[in-house]
């Protein structure tokens, strides 16, 4: 029994050393805005609304293959909306070529994502999803550029771009 305590004791504390490198704890999820009841589809309804992509993307936490999509390189001034509910996410202002075939930005529109911890590569990670319909955009890392030092690495296939 104490092996077993031991154990879980240390899990834990590696558990706290990583989250602490990766600055996990100062995400917070937001509760539900006003509006989210609407956007609660059926998953037949959203394969209806989705291409099979974007379906995977943004209802079963897929990721597209990097370097696929054209908003990697999309320069013009604009907003960036979800895919799924076209509820404005980020601005073109935020965006950068982060190198790592996947469009990036540094910081998000005020109450457009909820965040949650990601367990599936073991070490946590922490995923984003639109704050309106839940679906899943990408994943948030500390090596991001100034001021936030945050890089939002998003899957093309779960955004709209809007030019200005």
């Not at 509910?85 to 070529?97: G, H, I, P, R, V």
Request: hydrophobic letters at 30%; a positive charge.
């Amino acid at each position: 029994m104490k092996i077993n305590y031991l154990v879980l004791n240390r899990r834990k504390l590696i558990f706290l050393f990583f989250s602490s490198i990766m600055g996990l704890f100062d995400r917070t999820i937001k509760a539900d805005q006003p509006g989210t009841e609407n956007w609660a589809l059926t998953n037949e309804e959203w394969k209806n609304r989705l291409s099979t992509e974007a379906y995977s993307v943004l209802r079963k936490e897929g990721t597209e293959r990097p370097f696929t999509s054209l908003l990697n390189s999309e320069k013009r001034d604009g907003t960036f909306y979800c895919a799924g509910c076209e509820l404005a996410l980020f601005s073109s202002k935020t965006k950068f070529d982060s190198g790592t075939g996947w469009p990036s930005f540094w910081d998000h529109l005020p109450k457009a994502i909820d965040t949650k911890l990601d367990f599936k590569l073991i070490v946590p990670r922490t995923e984003y999803h639109c704050s309106r319909c839940g679906g899943h955009q990408g994943h948030v890392f500390p090596d991001g550029p100034k001021p936030t030092g945050k890089r939002y690495c998003n899957n093309g296939v779960a955004l709209i771009f809007q030019p200005n």
